[in-house]
Antibody, heavy 117, light 107 residues
């Protein structure tokens, strides 16, 4: 059974940093691209970043480019999102997702990130 | 950025009814469109990819169609467990944008 389990969220002050992790199991992690998608409270979904199966390619939405870094450790089957210079508009539930046929076919349960002083 | 306009924003239907949700892209996305279902308090789940391909385990009452800029999701014989918010998403070009969602309720 495919499982994606996020961790590392919480309350953080504006301008500070936070690192999210996503532990994957139930599939060969190194064969799949992965992505982070976020959802602000009572809002819609917003794609954040994608990383290729081997980590050689990364893609970001403009609003996080230069502040967020997506990475992966295939030996540990873990996906990461390093978030720096956090802003109030980054407040959201962050979902770890697997990429298949260009869509997000499995999602984690989500981790809440609240940016507030 | 490619804009995804979803309609209606909300929809009320009876059990057994057929419902259709529409998604309009601001430019041709060449069938690179996915549909997701998000039940209250849960993570989204993939229903349809490449506009009309049913994801594994998704009931056959769900179907997708469309091409170019216009796409739709049809739910035949509405069941109580279909009460959800439905999102379309284009995965043709970065940033991969979602529609605002359609909230489906039972009448």
């Amino acid at each position: 059974e495919v499982q994606l389990v996020e961790s590392g969220g919480g309350l953080v002050q504006p301008g500070r940093s936070m690192k999210l992790s996503c532990a994957a199991s139930g599939f060969t992690f190194s064969n799949y691209g992965m992505a982070w998608v976020r959802q602000a409270p009572t809002k819609g979904l917003e794609w954040v970043a994608t990383i290729s199966y081997d980590g050689s390619s990364t893609y970001y939405r403009d609003s996080v480019k230069g502040r967020f870094t997506i990475s992966r450790d295939n030996a540990k089957s873990t996906l990461y999102l390093q978030m720096n210079s956090l802003r109030s508009e980054d407040t959201a539930t962050y979902y770890c997702t697997r990429v298949l046929r260009r869509a997000f076919d499995y999602w984690g349960q989500g981790v809440m990130v609240t940016v507030s002083s | 950025d490619i804009q995804m306009t979803q309609s209606p924003a909300s929809l009320s239907a009876s059990l057994g009814e057929t419902v259709t949700i529409e998604c309009l892209a601001s430019e041709d996305i060449y069938s690179n469109l996915a549909w997701y279902q998000q039940k209250p308090g849960k993570s989204p789940q993939l229903l349809i990819y490449y506009a009309n391909s049913l994801n594994d385990g998704v009931p056959s009452r769900f179907s997708g169609s469309g091409s170019g800029t216009q796409y739709s999701l049809k739910i035949n014989s509405l069941q109580s467990e279909d009460v959800s918010i439905y999102f379309c998403q284009q995965n043709y070009d970065s940033p991969y944008t979602f529609g605002a969602g359609t909230k489906l309720e039972l009448k």
